[in-house]
């Protein structure tokens, strides 16, 4: 098996891999770049140069780290493996001179067994070690012998999961739970949704399902990309150094908001006129708006070629027009297709009298029909059809009814949703419009009926529990013909829309046969805090299964004070004095006081303790959190219980409860717990 020195040595080995693989790559990309060739040869070495300089990009960023964090030892009962031992690591490292690799990705096939083998079912290992680091510094290890049936509790697996967080999210290749390897090795064809209590481990999933895509499938995901999704910049900002850690450095990483911003977003919607807007419907109303612009011809085409007049009679241009409407074409798409039309039945009608109607022919036929064609299939703008849209109803003329004058939200909203949806005081112009969050979900939608979006081959879309309906039409269309990885908590829902069901759900993302997989297993949350924060479930009006924490350890406490800013600055204070980043989560009213006590306190909010406003809580944790009074942050919205049991749920360690108030009445007030 080897002693620690034998390891430390294999720890040399790694490195002086590593170091061969960047040498190589440099050297590969400088004399690719110095090599001429054929058209064929240099666009065959310009594939090959992309290559070879990611690889380079990904071995240059290589974060410092430890190079492994496994080995299998594979026994009798392995036929492929029998007798072979293998390092496990977050990546590949070659072997000297063309010899076996020192280090096995975790995503290599044979590296499955590290996560699921056990003493019921060994999977051929007959040892499975875990390695103990400090830093870059190789301190120790645990040997499992497994085909003896030994499988106790691992003191560097739960020093691994109980480990400070301080700084961005970090992967948990070393972690990874059986439960967690299934949803994270699903087949690339399937779409999932994960239904994930606090602290289970979703999103790392989500984003190590990501990079195991990617490794079983490059040639494809490369080509079609990949698409990871999360509620606001600052859980993007907390989940960015993973997959670069892991080796992938070319997945897009957003917020929904970023990748629909076609308009700067100046202003800000009611929540009344939010709801109307996020409402399904109102992709009824816009398509009824676009599809609306086009009119029954009334007029011949009347083209002028030199001497030669061309015409298009008025029925045959209608036919055109109903057909290509019939084939449910994209706007912008149909509108082409009736140019194209058109410019053909010129075209015979020219080649019938001899005229040779060559390329440069066609194009200026096709230009001198635009008049006729904007006549009855105009083109369209989403900014100023939304602006249309939203100033209201206009009195319906000749004209404007074959334009669609007649409202496209009639039959489609009630009266007052309608009203919600209308501007006040329109702006004059669409250049001067303000435009809302919600509007850039219209004006996707809208872009959508003109032109497809970009697809990708797989999405990963976090906190999906919040989306709109209109979102999820939007991260459908990106995934139509591919597959999503769908995470979320039906507890934390905080908007106004959110879902209350993940099967309706998956059907809004266009998945409706999406498999539904609950992780209830919290590797994150003490299981006191955990505890706290189940009473809350009762009253969230979702039905999810309750949390079960892995860790013993941690701690709550629940602190009643006279003054809330002199007890939340004494708490922090004392979370100083322990390992790690603290978190301070109040009613987003009360953060502005808050900060101002504690930098008046003479507390540096620059470091390892901030404050935040429980808007935007979710997806992130911190080793100590306070939360600040509960029954501000339980009365501040209409899902003020669930923003309440996410703030909760955002302690790796230890809770500190603080409040002037009496706690909200869901919340039961468990033993104190030091």
């Excluded at 990904?58 to 190079?67: A, K, R």
């Excluded at 496990?88 to 975790?106: L, T």
């Excluded at 029954?296 to 008025?314: F, I, L, N, Y």
């Excluded at 105009?378 to 409202?407: F, I, N, Q």
Aim: proline share 6%.
């Amino acid at each position: 098996m080897g002693t620690l020195d034998d390891e430390r040595e294999h720890v040399e080995r790694c490195r002086a891999g590593l170091r061969r693989m960047l040498e190589g790559a440099r050297n590969n990309v400088i004399l690719g770049e110095t090599v001429a060739g054929d058209r064929y040869s240099a666009e065959r070495l310009g594939r090959q140069l992309k290559s070879l300089a990611k690889e380079l990009k990904e071995l240059t960023e290589e974060p410092e780290g430890p190079p492994f964090f496994g080995r299998l030892d594979f026994g009798q009962g392995s036929a492929e493996h029998r007798g072979r031992s293998y390092h496990i690591g977050r990546r590949h490292i070659s072997g000297e001179h063309g010899g076996p690799p020192v280090v096995i990705d975790w995503r290599a096939p044979v590296s499955r067994a590290f996560y699921r083998a056990g003493p019921r079912d060994p999977q051929g290992v007959a040892v499975r070690r875990r390695f103990g680091w400090s830093g870059t510094l190789l301190t120790s290890y645990e040997d499992e012998r497994l085909e003896q049936g030994e499988q106790g509790e691992s003191r560097i697996l739960a020093a691994e999961i109980e480990r400070p967080r301080v700084g961005p999210m970090r992967d948990i290749v070393a972690t990874i739970q059986p439960e967690q390897d299934d949803l994270v090795r699903a087949d690339l064809n399937a779409s999932i949704c994960v239904q994930g209590a606090p602290g289970t481990g979703k999103t790392a999933v989500g984003l190590h399902r990501a990079a195991y895509l990617l490794y079983a499938h490059r040639r494809r995901l490369e080509r079609s990309g990949v698409l990871v999704l999360g509620p606001n910049r600052a859980f993007i900002g907390y989940i960015s150094a993973v997959l670069p850690a892991l080796g992938e450095v070319d997945v897009e990483q957003t917020t929904l908001e970023r990748l629909l911003a076609t308009v700067p977003v100046t202003a800000a919607d009611s929540e009344a006129t939010a709801i109307v807007k996020h409402d399904a419907r109102m992709a009824e109303v816009l398509r009824r708006a676009v599809y609306g612009r086009i009119s029954k011809p009334v007029e011949p085409v009347v083209v002028a070629d030199g001497s030669s007049r061309w015409r298009v009679q008025e029925d045959e241009l209608r036919r055109i027009v109903d057909d290509t409407r019939r084939e449910s074409l994209p706007y912008g798409v149909g509108r082409e297709r009736v140019r194209a039309r058109v410019v053909a039945s010129i075209r015979r009608q020219a080649e019938a009298r001899g005229q040779t109607a060559n390329a440069a022919w066609l194009r200026r036929i096709g230009r001198a029909v635009t008049p006729a064609l904007d006549a009855v299939w105009p083109p369209v703008k989403p900014e100023e059809l939304l602006y249309d849209l939203l100033r209201g109803p206009t009195p319906a003329t000749t004209t404007s009814e074959e334009r669609g004058g007649r409202d496209p939200a009639k039959g489609v909203l009630t009266d007052t949703e309608r009203a919600a949806i209308t501007w006040l005081q329109p702006p004059r112009s669409v250049k001067s419009a303000s435009w809302t969050p919600a509007d850039l979900v219209l004006l996707d939608e809208i872009a959508a009926m003109i032109e497809r979006p970009r697809g990708y081959g797989h999405v990963i879309v976090d906190e999906a529990q919040d989306l709109s309906p209109m979102e999820c039409r939007a991260v459908a269309r990106r995934s139509e013909h591919g597959s999503l990885t769908v995470l979320g908590d039906l507890a934390q829902g905080t908007t106004p829309w959110a879902a209350t069901s993940w099967k309706e759900r998956m059907a809004l993302l266009g998945k409706p046969d999406g498999e539904v997989i609950a992780l209830t297993t919290g590797y994150r949350v003490p299981a006191a805090v955990v505890e706290l924060a189940n009473t809350l479930l009762g009253a969230l009006r979702v039905d999810v299964p309750a949390t079960r924490s892995y860790r013993s350890d941690g701690r709550l406490r629940l602190t009643r004070v006279t003054n809330l800013e002199t007890g939340v600055v004494a708490a922090a204070r004392e979370a100083l004095g322990f390992e790690g980043s603290i978190g301070v989560i109040a009613a987003d009213a009360a953060v502005e006081a808050l900060t101002s006590a504690l930098w008046n306190d003479g507390l540096d909010l620059a470091g390892r303790l901030s404050v935040l406003p429980a808007s935007l809580a979710k997806g992130l944790e911190y080793d100590h959190v306070i939360v600040a009074e509960p029954a501000a942050i339980a009365a501040a919205e209409r899902r003020g219980l669930n923003r309440l049991y996410v703030a909760l749920t955002r302690a790796v360690s230890r809770l500190d409860v603080v409040h002037a108030r009496p706690l909200p009445a869901p919340l039961t007030r468990p033993e104190h717990t030091a």
